[in-house]
């Protein structure tokens, strides 16, 4: 049913920033809850920001990105965003978007994932 694709990841410079886009095949963010993951080369997954839109709740930040990073959402475009500013070598990582929808397990859709390199 729903499906996620991710894009806007690439190569950037310390300090630059980048905006990471996860659209969905069907209305779905303002319904479920949703949430950016990153998965770095042998480390484990962790979630970046997580937020239940239709519950009227805020973002959770993850103190590694707080005050950097910034999700939004277009829902005429079912689209959600994460507005990367200040990024760092340690923000280095694949990407993910994921929608915890009624299903059995949390997060049980997902997307592809989108590479963002970050460079000193």
């Known amino acids: 049913q729903v499906q996620l694709r991710e894009s806007g990841g690439g190569l950037v410079q310390a300090g630059g920033s980048l905006r990471l886009s996860c659209e969905s095949s069907?209305?779905?963010?303002?319904?479920?809850?949703m949430a950016w993951f990153r998965q770095a080369p042998g480390k484990g997954r962790e979630s970046v920001v997580s937020?239940?839109?239709?519950?009227?709740?805020?973002?959770n930040y993850a103190d590694s990105v707080k005050g950097r990073f910034t999700i939004s959402r277009d829902n005429t475009r079912n689209t959600v965003y994460l507005q990367m500013n200040s990024l760092k070598p340690e923000d280095t990582a694949v990407y993910y978007c994921?929608?915890?929808?009624?299903?059995?397990?949390?997060?049980?859709?997902w997307g592809q994932g989108t590479q963002v390199t970050v460079f000193s």
């Open positions: 994921a929608v915890d929808t009624p299903a059995p397990g949390s997060y049980d859709v």
């Open positions: 937020v239940a839109w239709s519950g009227g709740g805020s973002p």
């Open positions: 069907e209305r779905a963010f303002s319904i479920y809850p």
